[in-house]
């Protein structure tokens, strides 16, 4: 996708289909992505929207968002906000907001971002009903995630280090294993334990994002002493043995999912749960993974409220990380 100088690059799944690809004046005449067509049969047809907004003058993000919404509201019956929250991708600010309407009498729910650049808007919208919302949801942040704007004149900007073009630094641990986290988060190390915390620029903000990996357990446990196991059944072990932890450590623990993962050609396994803690309910997104002798733990937490907002930065670091000799 181009437009002047420009280039926005998205990742998708394999079984998402581009379409029709075309630009003119409109935001609607934008690029159209066909989700896969052997979804459940509980699912209706859904398309991904990628379209580009030329503007007239230079547009601060606040403005912009309010036209947005002020337009969404007097378009669409009984039009609802459910969530909004600010982004940043590819040093452009931006917007992302949950909200309804109604269709026929049938409620619809859309994802929609915006990015907000120099006389120009990238707008992404994705809508379902409220069903099954849930169920794309984790494509939906992956693919958010991955978008990168850059610029033409610099045509090796997509192969720099996510350090490099997102205000992320690179923590490389001597135990065999390196990711990126934002800049602006705390890093403390304990005993087999990272801890990558946000800052706290609202004293009244109990809850702080943040990222906890504990590692070289199996070492440290004796998780698979039996070196005869399969890469499977040592995830299997790891992934009981987690459980059994948080059942006797959490109180009121409500164990969500537990699905296969696949990143950075790393498979593992992804636990989400909630629990009550001193402050409140907290949910916790964990990734398992191992490699050879070397099982990693990556524990992403906050409010339950605020969970959702966290989800372009799980994606952002999760691309990062990967394994290496050591």
Not at 227 to 245: A, C, F, P, Q
Not at 253 to 279: A, M, P, Q, R, W
Request: glycine share 2%.
């Amino acid at each position: 996708m181009l437009e002047e100088n420009l280039s926005l690059s998205i990742y998708l799944p394999p079984d998402w289909k581009i379409d029709r690809e075309s630009f003119s004046d409109s935001v609607t005449d934008a690029i159209t992505i066909v989700s896969p067509k052997n979804m459940p049969s509980f699912m209706h047809s859904n398309k991904l929207i990628v379209g580009i907004e030329r503007l007239d003058s230079e547009t601060n993000l606040s403005d912009y968002s309010k036209s947005a919404i002020d337009t969404l509201a007097s378009r669409l019956n009984d039009f609802e906000i459910v969530d909004s929250f600010p982004i940043n991708i590819s040093d452009l600010n931006g917007e992302r907001i949950i909200f309804t309407h109604k269709v026929n009498d049938k409620t619809i729910k859309v994802l929609q971002t915006w990015l907000v650049g120099d006389k120009i808007a990238f707008i992404v919208t994705f809508a379902t009903t409220p069903d099954s919302f849930r169920y794309y949801n984790p494509t939906l942040n992956e693919i958010i995630s991955s978008i990168t704007i850059s610029n033409n004149t610099n045509p090796n900007i997509l192969d720099e280090p996510l350090a490099k073009i997102s205000n992320y630094t690179l923590f490389k641990s001597p135990y065999g294993f390196e990711l990126s986290y934002p800049n602006d988060w705390i890093f403390s190390e304990g005993v087999n334990r990272l801890s990558f915390i946000s800052n706290q620029f609202n004293s009244s903000d109990l809850y702080l994002e943040r990222l906890d990996i504990y590692y070289n357990l199996s070492n440290s446990n004796n998780l698979f002493s039996n070196s005869s196991l399969t890469e499977d059944e040592k995830m299997r072990i790891g992934l009981v043995t987690e459980i059994n932890y948080l059942v006797n450590n959490l109180r009121d623990l409500n164990i969500i999912s537990i699905n296969d993962v696949n990143f950075n050609s790393i498979k593992g396994k992804e636990l989400l749960y909630s629990y009550d803690s001193n402050i409140g309910q907290t949910k916790v997104s964990e990734y398992l993974v191992n490699e050879n002798k070397l099982f990693v733990i990556l524990s992403f937490s906050t409010s339950s409220i605020d969970f959702d907002k966290m989800s372009n930065t799980i994606m952002s670091i999760l691309k990062s990380f990967k394994f290496y000799s050591h």
